[in-house]
């Protein structure tokens, strides 16, 4: 009798244990990560506004990358381009009021604060400089991530 309630608990116990497999779901596939960048900056929050272009550089001290687009982005100041970088210690009201969810992101923007191109991530010193001297020549809002 014990040797048969044993055999019986051990069915109920795999049968269990098949239950919860069975209802198990698989992970979903990966996700793209999508970030979020701003379409409009209203220009008043950063320095220059009265310059015709504006290079917003959206970094962290923490961040290792965020020190080589702030390089490559200060190149770009001139009289006609305004380059800010705001840092998330200095300026997280900034971050926050843009929904800036990762760094490094960079826009560029024209005199009414309209982005027209924008980075989430590294890029390239020769893409940045594409894509400021396109904004500049009208070529239209584009993304790059």
Same mark, same amino acid.
């Given at each position: 009798?014990?040797?048969?309630?044993?055999?019986?608990?051990?069915?109920?116990?795999?049968?269990?244990?098949?239950?919860?497999?069975?209802?198990?779901?698989?992970?979903?596939?990966?996700?793209?990560?999508? $970030?979020?960048?701003? #379409?409009?900056?209203?220009? &008043?929050?950063? !320095?220059? =506004?009265?310059?015709?272009?504006?290079?917003? *550089?959206?970094?962290?001290?923490?961040?290792?990358?965020?020190?080589?687009?702030?390089?490559?982005?200060?190149?770009?100041?001139?009289?006609?381009?305004?380059?800010?970088?705001?840092?998330?210690?200095?300026?997280?009201?900034?971050?926050?009021? $843009?929904?800036?969810? #990762?760094?490094?992101?960079? &826009?560029?923007? !024209?005199? =009414?604060?309209?982005?027209?191109?924008?980075? *989430?991530?590294?890029?390239?010193?020769?893409?940045?400089?594409?894509?400021?001297?396109?904004?500049?020549?009208?070529?239209?809002?584009?993304?790059?991530?």
């Amino acid at each position: 009798m014990q040797q048969l309630l044993a055999a019986l608990g051990i069915v109920g116990a795999a049968l269990l244990i098949a239950a919860v497999v069975r209802r198990r779901r698989p992970d979903p596939p990966s996700q793209p990560v999508g $970030y979020t960048v701003p #379409a409009q900056l209203d220009r &008043v929050d950063f !320095d220059r =506004a009265d310059a015709p272009w504006l290079v917003a *550089v959206f970094t962290s001290a923490s961040c290792d990358t965020c020190a080589g687009v702030r390089a490559k982005a200060a190149v770009l100041e001139s009289s006609e381009v305004a380059v800010v970088d705001v840092e998330y210690g200095q300026a997280r009201a900034l971050h926050d009021r $843009y929904g800036i969810d #990762a760094v490094p992101t960079l &826009v560029i923007a !024209d005199h =009414a604060g309209v982005v027209s191109r924008s980075f *989430v991530g590294p890029m390239t010193a020769t893409d940045l400089w594409a894509a400021v001297a396109e904004a500049r020549q009208g070529t239209g809002p584009q993304s790059s991530d």
